[in-house]
């Protein structure tokens, strides 16, 4: 597997080319229409034209992508995270191509891809389940009555869901059918599969995840914990390694559960346990997901280990490089993704032109990203700019870090999330660790980003006056110093 494709674009794309690149291995970059001009695709060896802007025409076309494949003779697919990465049915169109997926089995992806599959196979080793209905739901009555056994307010969720979707609450036995109904509605909508089920509400939960590895000689690795609980929209916007709540047994508990909710599936590759916490620091398996995470990278901060390279020998069948008893937790890493979205306006995707993109530099700060300065945020994908990431010896110095990093982070053209993401690294509730999901619910409000606002257009005003300033400087030099060959070659430009 000398060559690979990968099936993703933007800051995911570079990412897994630039671990392949250093594995000495040629990459394949394929893209839409939107994406000619897009980084990974400059990036790359070689790449491929897929399809029109929208998904649906191009990065969700399994065909297509195989037929990449075969014209530039590459063996492997890296999928990356969303589009195909855990469509089981594409998984089986690479195995059946000869080709090589570097994720888990298909197998693996149907049984943790259905929240209800999942629970079954994880019961297997008796990890532990929030109480709730351990099937679908196909009777009202029953699940109703079901619903009282385990008391208010509870959680219907669609099996096949994600995102929030399908996801209601529901406080009283009155609001029960309405509320299933509904939830049904959602779930069949989005996904296809109205098949919903229930579980207690946790109120204030932590949202805690373990990153594990599994390669095709029976090893089983976990490494160490993520607390995602800062969310919008039930979808996380920032995240960190380790938990600053975790003591070293309770760590160890949720590891070794982990490793058995991979082991019941027979798990190959990189994958992540989710759990949610209670305030009693109790922990319930929530779900498995069957890729590489969007923040991966505090845990390969904390680490040192790379995961994409460790995808790759995985997928080529060799041994994982290390063992359990090799990992430490050195340092604290955050990470807060940078979207395009506006979070005084619910956080609503933003599109338009990035005039200024100036990124931070300096010790700790990691940004992986997929645009440069004068580049158009597209409509038709996931509105993430780029991943954060700031790493320090302990987690006072990771947000010191990322306050910097949030401060020298110019992007002007569109709204972001850099402004709430300083706010939440100033909050009492972040800084002392005592959060939950409800973070945004609770905290936030557009008012808090007022001041921050202000004071990012006066830096972005001083910064084009500053680089004005410079290029009339420039000009001016240029025009009294003929006799420079920098000067003519400049002017010829």
């Known amino acids: 597997m000398q060559k690979i494709l990968i099936a993703n ?31 990974h695709v400059r990036y790359a060896d070689e790449a491929v034209y897929i399809g029109e802007a929208p998904s649906s025409q191009s990065y969700l076309c399994g065909d297509k992508i195989i037929d990449a494949c075969r014209q530039t003779g590459a063996k492997g697919i890296h999928p990356g995270y969303g589009f195909l990465s855990e469509n089981a049915g594409f998984a089986r169109q690479v195995r059946d191509a ?17 929240k209800l599959s999942a629970k079954a196979a994880a019961m297997k080793y008796n990890i532990p389940m929030v109480p709730g209905t351990e099937e679908a739901i196909t009777d009202v009555e029953e699940a109703k009555q079901r619903a009282i056994e385990v008391g208010f307010p509870i959680l219907i969720k669609a099996a096949a869901g994600g995102g929030g979707k399908g996801m209601r609450i529901v406080d009283t036995a009155a ?51 993520r607390d995602c609980s800062v969310q919008r929209r039930h979808q996380k916007v920032i995240e960190e390694a380790p938990s600053s709540i975790l003591t070293p047994q309770i760590r160890e508990q949720m590891g ?35 890729r590489l995470q969007v923040e ?46 506006d979070p005084a306006n619910n956080f609503l995707p933003d599109i338009g032109t990035l005039q200024t993109y100036i990124t931070p530099k300096g010790p700790g700060i990691r940004v992986d990203d997929g645009f440069e300065q004068g580049m158009e945020i597209p409509i038709y994908y996931d509105p993430m700019i780029a991943k954060l990431i700031a790493y320090g010896k302990n987690r006072t110095e990771a ?18 999330t850099l402004g709430f993401g300083r706010f939440v690294m100033q909050h009492e509730a972040f800084t002392s660790g005592n959060f939950d ?30 680089l004005l300033s410079e290029n009339a400087t420039v000009y001016k030099g240029i025009a009294s110093d003929e006799r420079s060959n920098w000067a003519k070659n400049r002017k010829e430009i």
């Open 296 to 341: 991966h990278p505090v845990t390969e901060l904390i680490t040192g280990i790379d995961l994409v390279k460790e995808q790759i020998r995985i997928a080529r069948g060799e041994a994982i490089s290390f063992k359990q008893e090799d990992l430490v937790i050195n340092g604290h890493a955050i990470e807060l993704r940078v979207y395009a979205e």
């Open 256 to 290: 070794k559960c982990a490793v058995d909710v991979a082991r019941s599936v027979n798990y190959t590759g990189a994958g992540t346990v989710e759990f949610i916490m209670d305030e009693q620091l109790n922990f319930y398996f929530l779900e498995m997901n069957t």
């Open 98 to 114: 000869g080709l090589i997926l570097i994720g888990p089995s298909p197998e693996a992806m149907e049984v943790m891809g259905n």
């Open 9 to 39: 674009r933007g800051e995911i794309a570079l990412r897994i080319m630039r671990s392949a690149r250093e594995m000495g291995i040629k990459t394949v970059a394929v893209y839409s229409a939107a994406d000619r001009d897009a980084l």
């Open 437 to 466: 999901t409800h973070f945004v619910k609770k905290y936030f409000t557009p008012e808090v980003l007022e001041t921050g606002n202000a004071d990012e257009a006066l830096i972005a005003a001083l910064v084009m006056e500053q």
């Open 175 to 225: 609001d029960f059918e309405e509320q299933m109904q509904l939830a049904v509605s959602e779930a069949t909508s989005a996904f296809g599969d109205g098949s919903v089920f229930i579980e207690r509400y946790v109120s204030s939960p932590k949202h805690i995840e373990i990153q594990v590895l599994g390669d095709t000689h029976g090893n089983i690795v976990h490494l160490f914990e």
């Open 399 to 416: 947000i010191e870090r990322m306050l910097r990093a949030i401060n020298e982070y110019h992007i002007t053209g569109i709204t972001t």
